[in-house]
């Protein structure tokens, strides 16, 4: 049987085991570098004030929202695309 990517799909290079996280989507386990992460940021203030807090200079405070997604859920849900043969080598 042949190998489709020489990686194996994953980024783990000679690290081991790594852990598994949870798709934010469906709720499987994938390896955390298998996993394709999605990372969006909440504020902490209403957006009309903080559009009022930006005029004046004032920074805000953000917070991470980092969700992991399977590889199919990310298809699904368009945060990858479906490439080629010849544009999968591509970076």
Known sequence: ?????????????KKGTLGKVQCSSCGRLVPRDKAKRKTSY????D?????ELRQQ??????????RYY???CAIHRHHVKIRSQSE????
């Open 1 to 13: 049987m042949g190998k489709k990517r020489k990686s194996g799909g994953r980024s783990k290079g």
């Open 42 to 45: 909440k504020q902490l203030v």
């Open 88 to 91: 999968r080598k591509d970076r």
């Open 47 to 51: 957006w009309t004030i903080g559009k």
């Open 70 to 72: 399977c590889v199919s």
């Open 57 to 66: 200079g004032t920074q805000i405070a953000r917070i991470p929202y980092v």
